[in-house]
């Protein structure tokens, strides 16, 4: 993910009524996101199953999950790290 900057997040018309809205839907992407990890915890601390298969189903469904219709956002740097930060749950 990059940040976008208020420049270009002006340029596409974005009033502060759709960025709110847009953060609002961003954070919910990623608490979803958090939620599927919650879920596949069996499967991603199993010992059993080879690193690189956690990764393409990390790829498969979590990043999924979280990027949905993430072309049309625009982000500021902090919903970017925001963004980053659940990997680390992974």
Not at 5 to 14: L, V, Y
Not at 66 to 86: D, F, M, P, Q, R
Request: aromatic fraction near 8%; charge should be positive.
């Amino acid at each position: 993910m990059r940040a976008v900057t208020k420049e270009n997040c002006n340029d596409q018309k974005m009033n502060e009524t759709t960025n709110n809205a847009s953060l609002i839907y961003i954070y919910d992407r990623i608490n979803r996101g958090r939620a599927a990890i919650t879920k596949l915890n069996s499967i991603l601390w199993d010992r059993d199953v080879i690193p690189k298969t956690k990764t393409h189903v990390y790829h498969a469904i979590v990043k999924s999950i979280i990027t949905y219709a993430a072309e049309t956002w625009c982000l500021k740097a902090k919903t970017v790290a925001k963004l980053n930060s659940t990997e680390m749950d992974f």
